[in-house]
């Protein structure tokens, strides 16, 4: 009986999950699921990524994965776009987002006018993997003051996901972190993973970044 519970929620998950899908291919949406730890730089991330689509003609909006604080969704208030805040506390403090949580958020949108819908998932580099929202791509933030060992640590984060940022590179000078050895256990894990060095702080690779983005939604799927 306890294995046909669990069944039952996971079934259930990835039903709205489809359901999500469903609304983002019929908007022709492309929603990019964002994962991380906590302080790896997603929202950061965000608030350089929104302009730089803007200002090439694509709508964005985010839902903002939280357990129970409204202050990345405040950061990105200044963009001027639709930010959703997603806070699991009411629903008893889950510590990733879930699809039907997603499909609430989704509900406050105005679907028709959204190009790029970004979801900041709450920082934790365990369970965000494990559970999909229906997002057409998933995104890994690792930022260098983390260490080598975390891909090694937290496979199933990498494992998942189609791209690897990492992030903070302008802080490489002053960390003992050998990054070549980082990005070889990103790739231990996943061996068709990509892996783009970036800063949001500085802007270094940003371009790189956006290229991905503008290059995954044209291929879709
Ligand atoms: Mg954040
Ligand atoms: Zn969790």
Same mark, same amino acid.
């Given at each position: 009986?306890?294995?046909? +519970? ?11 999950a =489809? @359901? ?6 019929m908007?022709?949406i ?10 790896? !730089? ?6 350089? /990524?929104?302009?730089a ?14 357990i ?8 990105? =208030? ?6 959703? =805040?997603?806070? /699991?506390?009411?629903f008893?403090?889950? $510590?990733?987002?879930?699809?039907? %949580? ?12 959204i ?9 934790? %580099?365990? $369970?965000?993997? @494990?559970?999909?929202? !229906?997002?057409?791509?998933? +995104? +890994? ?29 302008? %802080?490489?000078?002053y960390?003992?972190?050998?990054? @070549? %050895? ?6 231990? /894990? ?8 970036i800063?949001?702080?500085?802007g @270094?690779? +940003? !371009? ?9 939604? !044209?291929?879709q799927?």
């Amino acid at each position: 009986m306890e294995i046909r +519970v669990v069944r039952d929620v996971l079934e259930e998950s990835n039903l709205r999950a =489809q @359901e999500n899908r469903a609304l983002f291919d019929m908007h022709g949406i492309f929603a990019v699921n964002i994962m991380s730890s906590p302080g790896s !730089g997603k929202t950061m991330l965000l608030q350089k /990524t929104i302009p730089a689509l803007t200002e090439r003609g694509f709508s964005c909006a985010v839902i903002e994965g939280d357990i129970t604080s409204t202050i990345d969704s405040e950061r990105l =208030q200044p963009l001027g776009i639709p930010v959703v =805040q997603a806070n /699991t506390e009411p629903f008893g403090g889950d $510590c990733h987002l879930g699809s039907h %949580l997603v499909q609430a958020a989704l509900k406050q949108l105005d679907l028709s006018s959204i190009d790029f819908l970004f979801i900041e998932n709450i920082g934790n %580099l365990v $369970c965000p993997a @494990e559970f999909y929202l !229906g997002e057409n791509r998933r +995104v +890994v933030v690792l930022s260098l003051p983390e260490g080598e060992d975390k891909p090694l640590k937290y496979p199933l984060m990498f494992r998942e996901c189609n791209l690897c940022l990492l992030n903070k590179m302008d %802080l490489a000078p002053y960390l003992e972190v050998d990054v @070549e %050895l980082m990005k070889s256990n990103v790739h231990k /894990t996943n061996g068709q993973i990509a892996i783009l060095p970036i800063s949001a702080k500085t802007g @270094e690779g +940003v !371009g790189e970044w956006i290229a991905w983005l503008l290059h995954a939604r !044209g291929g879709q799927s």
